[in-house]
């Protein structure tokens, strides 16, 4: 059966067959940052990570994409990957069987020990038999040492007629047990750095939990993510439920609002992910200077404020003065404090956090400026319309910790 191939990916033919012959895009075997596999029955979609900056990386080998069609693994000659829910209602429901198949063939085959010798058993063609192959070799040869060594140095330590003749096949055996499990120790090692890591499976839902900029730093030191696009109502719930005993799962959302499917979910979490690995991004501090940058940077929890270039003056409008004056203090000054506005005006929801969160004087001027006033702990989810935001009544009093942000009009 044969897969189709997705223009600007290179993708080959046949279900796994460029899986075992190297991932898809450029790739530097064994240097590759990031490998990323996405299953979909619109491969089509994913033409556009052979551009920009992720497609520079993918050239240099840093990042190795495939995407694979799910239609690959149905068999019937409509391949169909979907069915009527049971117990009634709207829409199609995506089908385990397709899903398995695709699973143990793509996350089988990178996956642990364990994983791998299950894939090899539900698996089929090539990669999942190698697969299987590795944990086999191991165990019943790990069992065979083990026991002819033990049968050996048992007899000898326990026999009566000459304790000295059964010294030497004991210690025999025992050097030979463990020259073998060197062997196998060392064969493992070579086997877990060939496997690399174990996937993450990313399943992109709108019930999942929301994707943020903290997930996206976590993922871009996974290693190994495979997401798996779901369409119609999504996926039968077996499938993330049978997938979980061999590698972490994670149902995610980019918001709350209903795609048509999993993939601009995917694109989106692919590039945010993707921009965080060594060398994507151009300027390295770019990252660390990004909205919710992480850690402990100026941008800790804000999003970042508003930003120039040339010409100083536009249609009339200048450049704010204090960002051609040099002074480097003032201007980090300035950034924090449009950061702040910013964040104060269009997600309360963050700004609420903030105050808590050791803001000196300036910022708190800056906050109440703007609305803010006092400490907020429980105004997470003002992300609403500003009309259905609940006004703070004038008279309340000093003690009432809670507080909701005042709103431009
Ligand atoms: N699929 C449909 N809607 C989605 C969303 N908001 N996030 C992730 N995947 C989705």
């Keep these: 059966m044969s897969r189709r191939s997705t223009p600007g990916l290179g993708l080959g033919r046949g279900r796994v067959a460029d899986l075992e012959a190297g991932p898809a895009l450029g790739t530097k075997e064994g240097l590759v940052a990031l490998r990323i596999d996405i299953i979909t029955i619109f ?29 690959s693994w149905a068999h019937d000659p409509h391949r169909t990957v979907d069915d009527t829910p049971f117990g009634g209602g709207p829409g199609m429901v995506m089908k385990p069987e397709p899903w398995g198949e695709a699973l143990d063939a793509i996350a089988g085959v990178r996956g642990a020990a364990g994983v791998q010798g299950e894939t090899g058993v539900s698996g089929a063609a090539g990669v999942q038999g190698a697969a299987g192959v590795r ?46 499990e060197d062997a196998m120790a060392a064969e493992a090692a070579m086997a877990a750095e060939a496997a690399g890591p174990v996937p993450q499976l990313i399943v992109p839902s709108p019930a999942g939990v929301v994707f943020t900029q903290a997930m996206a730093t976590e993922l871009a030191g996974a290693g190994h993510l495979v997401f798996a696009c779901g369409r119609y109502e999504g996926i039968d719930a077996r499938v993330a439920e049978h997938a979980s005993g061999r590698m972490p799962v994670r149902e995610v959302s980019i918001g709350d609002y209903v795609l048509g499917g999993g993939e601009p979910a995917v694109l989106v979490m692919v590039e945010a992910i993707c921009r965080l690995l060594p060398g994507v991004l151009g300027n390295a501090e770019s990252a660390a200077d990004d909205s919710f940058g992480a850690g402990t940077g100026p941008m800790r929890g804000l999003v970042e404020g508003p930003v120039f270039t040339r010409p100083r003056s536009w249609r009339g409008l200048d450049v704010p003065p204090v960002l051609l004056s040099g002074d480097h203090a003032a201007i980090a000054r300035w950034r924090r404090d449009e950061a ?39 105004v997470a989810n003002l992300t609403g319309p500003p009309q259905r935001v609940r006004r703070r009544a004038r008279d309340d009093s000093k003690d009432d910790k809670r507080c909701t942000p005042r709103l431009p009009r």
């Design 43 to 71: 491969p089509e979609y994913f033409t556009m990570l052979g551009v920009s900056l992720i497609g520079k990386a993918v050239q240099r080998g840093d990042i190795a994409f495939s995407v694979y069609d799910l239609r």
């Design 135 to 180: 944990g086999a070799a191991r165990v019943p040869g790990e069992a065979r040492v083990r026991g002819e060594a033990g049968v050996q140095g048992t007899a000898g330590g326990e026999g009566e007629v000459d304790r000295d003749a059964g010294a030497e096949p004991e210690r025999l055996a025992a050097e030979a047990a463990e020259a073998a």
């Design 340 to 378: 702040l506005r910013r964040t104060a005006r269009n997600r309360p929801d963050l700004a609420a956090r903030l105050v808590d969160e050791g803001l000196d004087e300036r910022d708190r001027r800056v906050l109440s400026e703007v609305g803010f006033a006092g400490t907020i702990d429980d």
